[in-house]
Every structure is written in structure tokens, then in C-alpha cells.
């Protein structure tokens, strides 16, 4: 085991459940690994470090986080190293643990050392390794996430919170290119609101109109921007991309807009285009351009973005009831997609220093 600086305390199960799980099919989100990484927070700092068996929270019925919303979260994958199939090579970890200090401050919540979330995260994945999956198109889904948990009904920021960092085997989130639907009712979030920040209750509020637009046949939704609903601005669980003849159009995120989560595989994923010598616009586009380019012949492809879903291919768009169909033979984002998991994988050389090793 690597040194950690920080006192981790180790405690195994004694009742693995990995010889139950069939790694050839992974349903997303609902398995967990033996073991999760635990902190708490109180008078103003981080102790009880700890790597202790996956297991329920003893929580009062008072609090706070369950009543007023204080938790965020965080989302990334590790995969088996290509190279070396005992190491697992996890993807811009440090990106995740700065945006939950932008989260964190956005809602009250103590920022959180990359220190903690670092060693937390290799001392758990040390223990856990043997589930990290090695199937195609599968990784480790790793969650970190805090959450308020003073006992306490008055408004006011909580002056205790847990960190915890849990992980699950997963297999791919979305199976086939999805049909969206162009937002112009609900919003998930606003000017001076929470959308840079990855927030509980961004998710609580886009769960009606995914609902909705579930019912009507569609995977996801494109929202727009909230006071006009004339710009597209990302999706409910991604940022998305459009490629219009060749140059690839994604909205810009903070400091243009606090509306966007600033996505860490749409930094990866413009970095990568760039290499390849493509030309990437970080800028509005409205709802009006990506129709009239569909109608034209311009828009050649279009996906979303994100650490769950990778890269997913949009097959339909809809605006205003009626459906339009994308190119079915645009397979640049699956190309993107291959060199973009390649990387997270150990298969292609990571020349950026993007995975981190354990
Ligand atoms: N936008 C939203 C609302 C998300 O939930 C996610 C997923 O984390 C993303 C974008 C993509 O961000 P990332 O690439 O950092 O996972
Ligand atoms: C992720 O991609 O990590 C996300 O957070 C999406 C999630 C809501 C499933």
C-alpha cells in the first residue's frame, strides 16, 4: 500500500459480496463495492478519516441536509490500467475534488481538503480494487458527495457535514443514440442560481420535466437558457455538443454563464478536438441555429457529454412537438468516443497527465 500521509483508519468486511456480481451485466447506480470512504466535519474541521465497510447512516428525522437541501456531489470512473491490469487509473480526480469546492461554497458547505479527497479516494480503492470491472464498456463509478447533518429545523448553514466517497461497478448509462427534446417550459436552474454548482436540488428540480418528456418518448431534455428559452444550455446529467460543418459548438460555462455545469469530459473532450486539429466555438447558440442547421443539411452530428454517460449520440432532436431527425451515419462521436475511453483506459498513451494510478 502506497504511504498516505493522513491517518486513514482501515476497517474490511468480514462479507465481501464481489463473488455475487456478473460483470457482463452491470445494471448503472445499483450495485455497490464493499467499502466506502467516510469524514465528518465539526468545529470547523475534517476528522475520523476512514475506510469502513458500505453500510447505512444513522441520521435524525431533523436533519438538515434532508430538509433544506445541503449535499452535493461528484462523479467519476476508474477503469482497469490496459497496460497493467492490477492498477486502476482513474480520470482527473483533481478536477472533481475543485468542483466540489465550488459546489460546497456555492451552498455554505466547508471546502473539503484535495488532500482528503485524494488519499480518501486511493485508501478506498486500495481495498476495493477487484471491482473495478474490465468488461467493454464498463468502469468503476465512483461518488463522492457531503451533505449537511446538524439536528436542527432553524435556516441556517449546518455546522456539522459528513464526506463520503462510494463506489458502484457499472456498465454503459445510455444503449443506443437518444431522442432529446428542446426545453421551453421548466428550468433547471437560473441566472444567480445554482447550475455551476453540482447541487442535490438541480437534480430534484429536473426530474418533473424528465418525467414528462419520458412519457412523450424521449431520453433527455436540452434545456435553455431560463429567461427566454431562445439558448440551448446543457442537459439534465450532461453537456452537449454540436457539430455544424465541421466546427464543433458547445454553450459557454462560468465566467460567461453560471448556468452550465463546467463538465470535466467537455474539457477533456475540447482538448481532445483541439489536438486533432478540429475548431471548437465556446458560445450561445440558440435553439433557432440548431434547427435551421438540421433543416440545411449543416448539422452533421450532435451528443452529449459527461462523466456517466461518456459520449452519447443524439438521434432526434424536438422542437415544438415535431421530431427531427439527425444523420444516422455521423460516427465522429463514436470515433471521439473510442479515443476519449482509450485514455481513461491505459489503451492510448496519456500524454496530459489526465489518469491518476492506484
Ligand atoms: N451537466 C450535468 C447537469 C451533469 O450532471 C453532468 C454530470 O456530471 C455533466 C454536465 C457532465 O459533467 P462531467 O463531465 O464532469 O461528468
Ligand atoms: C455523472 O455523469 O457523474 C453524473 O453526475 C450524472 C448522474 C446524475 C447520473
Redesign the pocket.
Known amino acids: 500500500m502506497k504511504d498516505l500521509a493522513l491517518d486513514i483508519r482501515v476497517e474490511k468486511t468480514q462479507n465481501s459480496r464481489l463473488s455475487e456480481v456478473d460483470f457482463n451485466n452491470i445494471p448503472f447506480g445499483k450495485i455497490m463495492a464493499d467499502h466506502m470512504f467516510v469524514a465528518d466535519y465539526s468545529d470547523g474541521k475534517w476528522h475520523d478519516l476512514r475506510v469502513v465497510p458500505y453500510g447505512d447512516f444513522q441520521l435524525g428525522p431533523a436533519t438538515s441536509s434532508l430538509h433544506y437541501g445541503q449535499a452535493i456531489f461528484?462523479?467519476?470512473k476508474g477503469f482497469r490500467n490496459a497496460q497493467n491490469p492490477s492498477e486502476v487509473l482513474v480520470f482527473r480526480p483533481q478536477?472533481?475534488a475543485k468542483?466540489l469546492n465550488v459546489s460546497a461554497e456555492r451552498i455554505c458547505m466547508p471546502q473539503i481538503s484535495e488532500e482528503i479527497f485524494m488519499q480518501g479516494l486511493h485508501a478506498l480503492l486500495e481495498i476495493d480494487r477487484d471491482w473495478v470491472p474490465d468488461t467493454e464498456d464498463s468502469s468503476l463509478y465512483i461518488r463522492p458527495f457531503m451533505f449537511a447533518t446538524d439536528n436542527f429545523l432553524g435556516m441556517r448553514p449546518s455546522e456539522t457535514y459528513t464526506f463520503a466517497i462510494i463506489t458502484a461497478p457499472a456498465g454503459k448509462y445510455y444503449s443506443k443514440a437518444l431522442k432529446v427534446k428542446v426545453e421551453k417550459e421548466f428550468s433547471?436552474t437560473a441566472p444567480g442560481g445554482t447550475?455551476v454548482a453540482?447541487v442535490a436540488g438541480?437534480?430534484a428540480a429536473?426530474l418533473l420535466p424528465a418525467k414528462l418528456a419520458a412519457e412523450q418518448g424521449y431520453d433527455q431534455l436540452l434545456y435553455t437558457d431560463a429567461k427566454e428559452h431562445k439558448y440551448i444550455e446543457?442537459?439534465?446529467?450532461?453537456?452537449v455538443m454540436f457539430d455544424i460543418d465541421g466546427t464543433f459548438v458547445t454553450a459557454p460555462t462560468v465566467p460567461v454563464e453560471d448556468t452550465?455545469?463546467?463538465?470535466?469530459?467537455?474539457?477533456?473532450v475540447i482538448e481532445l478536438l483541439q489536438d486533432m486539429g478540429k475548431k471548437v466555438e465556446e458560445r450561445h447558440i440558440s435553439v433557432e441555429e440548431v434547427i435551421s442547421s438540421i433543416k440545411n443539411g449543416k448539422l452533421r452530428g450532435a451528443f452529449g457529454?459527461?462523466?456517466?454517460?461518456t459520449i452519447a449520440p443524439f438521434a432526434t432532436i424536438a422542437e415544438d412537438g415535431v421530431d427531427y431527425d439527425l444523420p444516422t451515419d455521423y460516427t465522429f462521436s463514436l470515433e471521439l468516443k473510442a479515443k476519449f475511453q482509450g485514455i481513461q483506459k491505459g489503451e492510448l498513451e496519456d500524454t496530459k497527465g489526465w489518469t491518476y494510478k492506484i
Open positions: 461528484e462523479g467519476l478536477e472533481n468542483r433547471r447550475g453540482k438541480n437534480y429536473s446543457e442537459s439534465g446529467t450532461m453537456n452550465i455545469l463546467r463538465s470535466i469530459t467537455r474539457l477533456t457529454i459527461g462523466t456517466a454517460v
